[in-house]
């Protein structure tokens, strides 16, 4: 069975820093683009940043140049280091993979940043 388990969110201040983590107990990781997502109360989930089995990665630009997604294939878990919060950066972050036509997502990590 698939799962994905998010973990690192919390409460920070703006300017401060977070890692998240998405860990797959399923064995999905494997050549497989990873991505996160966040949405925020009132709004449609987002896109946020994704990353292919090789290491090649890609954001949003709302979050370029201050968030780094990162993966370790050999224990199938994929990072998010979040710099530079913003107030506007709280949601719940989720990590999603697509399998075919299968999406997988986790149950999602909260990230708040206080002004």
């Known amino acids: 069975q698939v799962q994905l388990v998010e973990s690192g969110g919390g409460l920070v201040q703006t300017g401060g820093s977070l890692t998240l983590s998405c860990t797959d107990s399923?064995?999905?990781?494997?050549?497989?683009?990873v991505a996160w997502h966040r949405q925020a109360p009132g709004k449609p989930r987002e896109w946020v940043a994704g990353i292919s089995w090789s290491g090649e990665t890609n954001y949003a630009n709302s979050v370029k140049g201050r968030f780094v997604i990162s993966r370790d294939n050999g224990v199938r878990a994929v990072y998010l280091q979040m710099n530079k919060l913003k107030p506007e950066d709280t949601a719940v972050y989720y990590c999603?993979?697509?399998?075919?036509?299968?999406?997988?997502w986790g149950q999602g990590t909260q990230v708040t940043v206080s002004p």
């Open positions: 399923g064995g999905i990781f494997g050549g497989n683009v």
């Open positions: 999603n993979i697509v399998v075919g036509q299968m999406s997988y």
